[in-house]
């Protein structure tokens, strides 16, 4: 019977021990799947800013854009204007019967589009195209962006 006891007693110690053992493997992988997940979420975290971020970043291209297609549309009504305004002129004629006038035109044609360059880099504008109210007084090169407070209804 004692033998019986002893057998019955490391039994119910290796099963006590084998539980143990168990249950303590089970609390250190709880604790390393919780540390896992604290760092999954932080990870979740920083990719859900990451795309609101792209999702703002991709707004303001496409805000960029628009102005951009703004701009073109305009630059390209500018550049059909001054096609139309080259195509009434004969301007080798004109050079060949009066060159000291075509080279007066062309002058000050250079030097409209050179202001154009300058403003279009940022120079600020002067009293002159501020205050443009008639198209004599106007930058015909590029009009609405030489004289912003002027409009063709004011001619």
Known sequence: MIKLILVFTLVMGGGGYGAYSWITKLQNDNKILQVNQSKLEGAVSEQKAAIEQ?????????????????????????????????????????????????????????????????????????EEELLASKRSQLNSECPTLANPNYTPENT
Do not use: M, W, Y
């Open 54 to 126: 792209h999702v703002a970043d991709a707004a303001s291209i496409q805000a960029a854009n628009a102005d951009l297609r703004e701009q073109q549309a305009a630059l390209e009504k500018d550049r059909k204007n001054l096609a139309k305004k080259l195509g009434r002129h004969e301007l080798d004629i004109l050079a060949e019967n009066k060159p000291g006038l075509v080279v007066k035109i062309i002058n000050k044609a250079s030097q409209n589009e050179l202001r154009c360059f300058e403003l279009q880099t940022g120079a600020p504008h002067t």
